[in-house]
């Protein structure tokens, strides 16, 4: 019977996420719910006496462990940070023209239809974004990016995925997100550690610079 129930209330939320995902906040109903979820209504209200919005929201929290386990699997795949986030790039790519470019990111469209009017779900909005900046942080920041930079860095990562992700979508293509990955890799390039110049490669400058000043 545990079994059944935690299937049952999965069901529900991996439904709900999914319609959200492509059809809003607005367009997807209880009853649809129920429906893709081959779970009784009763069902529904008894995981979720808060209605619609309780179940919103615990959708947004799926939908956020969904992206952020897909964030780990690129920047878990190369140790080079540029490198790692041009990975998240193809992956996010690769779902898009799966899904037939129907599955953008989990959580936009509830966000913006619900902004202002619906705390629980904004509530689970702030998490997720927060959530899957600290991923991006803690590879950056672990790569040897000072931690401000790091930070700032993975906001930046996050926000330009969402646009890109959108631009894919609308353009049913996967170069929006290619050329994102392209030009994250080399802005993250420039905030590297540059590693120290040898002690011989210093001298030997220091003494041309020396030896150029006494011939002038």
């Known amino acids: 019977m545990k079994t059944t129930t935690t299937g049952t209330r999965e069901r529900i939320v991996r439904a709900t996420s999914r ?3 492509r059809q809003g906040y607005e367009g997807t109903g209880i009853k649809q719910i129920s429906r893709e979820a081959e779970a009784t209504l ?3 209200y008894h995981f979720f006496p808060g209605g619609k919005q309780e179940l919103a929201a615990e959708a947004i929290r799926h939908g956020d462990q969904e992206f952020a386990e897909l964030l780990r699997q ?10 790692a986030v041009t990975a998240c790039t193809r992956l996010l790519a690769e779902a898009l023209r799966a899904s037939d470019w129907q599955d953008g990111c989990p959580i936009t469209t509830t966000a913006l239809e619900t902004v202002g009017r619906a705390p629980v779900i904004e509530e689970a909005v702030t998490a997720a974004f927060a959530h899957w900046r600290a991923v991006v942080e803690e590879k950056l920041h672990g790569s040897g990016i000072g931690l401000t930079d790091a930070r ?3 906001a930046t990562v996050i926000n330009t995925l969402e646009g890109a992700e959108l631009a ?3 353009a049913r293509s996967e170069e929006p997100l290619h050329l994102t990955g392209r ?4 802005l993250i390039d420039t905030y590297r550690p540059q ?6 490669a210093t001298a030997a400058a220091a003494s041309t610079n020396a030896a150029g ?3 002038a």
């Open 19 to 21: 319609l959200l995902q």
């Open 42 to 44: 009763g069902s529904v």
């Open 74 to 83: 690129g920047l878990d795949s190369a140790t080079d940070p540029a490198e």
């Open 152 to 154: 700032e860095l993975a």
């Open 168 to 170: 894919a979508q609308v």
């Open 183 to 186: 030009h994250l890799a080399r």
């Open 195 to 200: 590693p120290p110049v040898p002690a011989a």
């Open 213 to 215: 000043a006494t011939t």
